[in-house]
């Protein structure tokens, strides 16, 4: 989860400068982001079905784990037409907000 916070964070605060300096930040910071997501991907499901009782159950929280991941995949794409709907947006925060 580390990896993940640090790099979404940082590619949301960091990239400040001329904008050869942007987009080398931005992509070391998303390197790091996306190195942390995929980590994470595959062990909510085990984490989600780790001490359970039953196989079915196991079975169930690794299909909750897995069906949540689309809604999640979904949310950002929302969140830019919501901010891009507003006529009065400012460009730099809406940038940052969809990082």
Known sequence: HTLTFVG??????APWGSSEDVWR??????????????GNYPLSAAK???????LREAITKAGVAFFWQGPGVVAPYAVGLLVLMDPEHNTSLAFRLLL
């Open 8 to 13: 979404a964070m940082s590619s949301g605060i």
């Open 25 to 38: 930040i931005m992509t070391c910071c998303r390197f790091v982001l996306g190195v942390g997501v995929g």
């Open 48 to 54: 989600a079905s780790h001490g359970v009782s039953s």
